[in-house]
């Protein structure tokens, strides 16, 4: 059992929590029971180790059953180390440490995409996170984030996430003009959301959201650059019916995301 918060083990495992140190051993950490549960079902190859503290593994027996069945390490640790290793301060006992996820855009375009959401320069890991979660649970096909945008392997991107990381691909590190132009010339029409653009339930019942689309959404606070905007076949923003002046990014992306999903499933 792992039992001194401050041995070098310990210590490799924390300094997880900081990008470079990410970025250098290409690992990043699965926090709570839920995501690393998640991680165990759909890219147990890319689990390195798991640690739990012995209530967790009582609590979550599942999650053990899948570890040993996929092979992955299982090390018992105190409640004091898995609070030193964790990015949270209420740890759930349970802390996993997993290879990057490696998807690039061009195989995620060979697949075939109709349906995808582009991030650029968002800045908050809790709207990454919880936008990964919403294309997830809408079946979009996959999400860029751009490089101007938060580390996608933030433990704050990765738990507001709630495991959909390891369900759609999630491509990272990349620039946005390409991006545009790799899915452009994949067939998708590029809408970007903008308070000053057409109504975004006048464009879904001409019909305009029933082809591939992507969707590019920027910073939270400042939007897109009009020279971004610029890259956009279609400007649209999601109507007020009340006083509120705008949205938060993450609800006016789900508004957005869940509008094509009813307009491709209602039409298919």
Known sequence: MLDNPRSPAVRAVAQLSKKQRRIEARLFLVEGPQATREAL????????DIFLTTSAVERNADLVALAEAAGCS????????????ADTVTPQGVLAVARYLEVDLESVVAQG?????????????????NIIRTADAAGV???????????????KVVRASTGSIFHIPVVTGVELRPTISALTEA??????ADA?????????AEGGLHGPLAWLLGNEAHGLAPEDEALADTIVSVPMFGDAESLSLQTAAAVCIYEAAFAKNSSA
């Open 41 to 48: 079902v759909f890219r147990p190859e890319l689990i390195e």
């Open 74 to 85: 299982l090390t018992l640790a105190t409640d004091a180390v898995i609070e030193a290793m």
């Open 113 to 129: 995409v109709s349906h995808v959401v582009v991030l650029h320069q968002v800045k908050d890991p809790g709207n990454v996170g």
């Open 141 to 155: 096909d996959a999400v860029v984030v751009t490089a101007e945008s938060v580390d996608i392997f933030n433990p």
């Open 187 to 192: 067939g998708l029409t590029i809408f970007a």
């Open 196 to 204: 000053g653009g057409k109504n975004l339930g006048d464009v879904r």
